[in-house]
């Protein structure tokens, strides 16, 4: 193998394992937060559901036919 390669191996090899401790360092792990606190995964889907929802007072129940446009 040739030096560039054998380098190229190593470069990689570090950035994997560097990237993996970061992993392992950042994901949150569960503490003992109060319950009254939401959670992470609740609030990003209240966040979602907000985004997404649309306008709960809205009828579009019965409403104008969708037609092709050709």
């Known amino acids: 193998m040739s030096r ?3 380098m190229a191996v ?3 090899l570090i950035v994997l394992v560097g ?3 970061v992993w392992f360092i950042s994901v949150p792990r569960p503490s ?3 319950k009254s606190a ?3 995964s609740e609030e990003r889907r ?3 559901e907000d985004f ?3 306008d709960p007072g809205r009828s ?3 409403g104008q036919e969708m037609k092709p446009r050709w």
């Open 60 to 62: 579009v129940r019965g």
């Open 52 to 54: 997404l929802g649309g």
């Open 10 to 12: 190593l470069a990689a």
């Open 32 to 34: 003992a937060a109060p």
């Open 38 to 40: 939401p959670t992470v």
């Open 19 to 21: 990237l993996t401790t």
């Open 4 to 6: 560039a390669v054998v």
């Open 46 to 48: 209240q966040r979602t």
